[in-house]
């Protein structure tokens, strides 16, 4: 069985159960398991903040709440419907999302998003190369925002710093870091690592009004 049958097939055993059962699907996929469970003995999901897993653009959420549970209880994290871990739900949960599949998935399998970091095209893919998937991630979004890009922002939302930087131009794709702090006087985690089709939409959107929580961020 390939890689996205098997994401395929677990969020299928998923939809619509208890959590029990959509902890039990998610121990068909080897790989995902010993994903998850390696970014949890390196603290990785700390690196990032909240976020829900309502999507903003559609207003589905993204996996269903039995399978959010499972893959926070695997995490070794709390959660409180809808909101999460955004490390956790920007990578994984959009791996095994039913939603608009292709467009949650596309973000790793696809190289627009590595392209936009200068990174070979297929750095992303999770069962390819070296590390988790959430380990490139966490890397990646944390040197763009060292960087500061081409263009970077910083603004209070609800008196919580914002972080966001979008990346110089690399073979016609972009790149978009965003991290938020938890709660007012704290330092920014992680919140989304994207790429950014139409980067003049963002720049736009972004000097007219940063000050607001964006990306799902919670």
Known sequence: MGRIEELDRAAAAASGSAQ???AQALTTIDWLIATIDADRADGLFGRWGAATVIDARTGEA???QALFEALHERAGLEAAWPIGNAGLLQTYASLL???DADRNRE????SDLATGLGLDGAHFIPWEGSGTLLARATHAASVLLASGGEFS???LAEGRATRAVLSHEHDGSRALAYAVAPAPGTSPLLVA???VAQAESIRRELDDAASRLRWNAA
């Open 20 to 22: 029990e059962a959509a």
């Open 62 to 64: 993204l996996v269903p």
């Open 97 to 99: 999302s039913a939603v």
């Open 107 to 110: 973000r790793w399998l696809g």
């Open 153 to 155: 922002w910083y603004s």
């Open 193 to 195: 690592l994207l790429p």
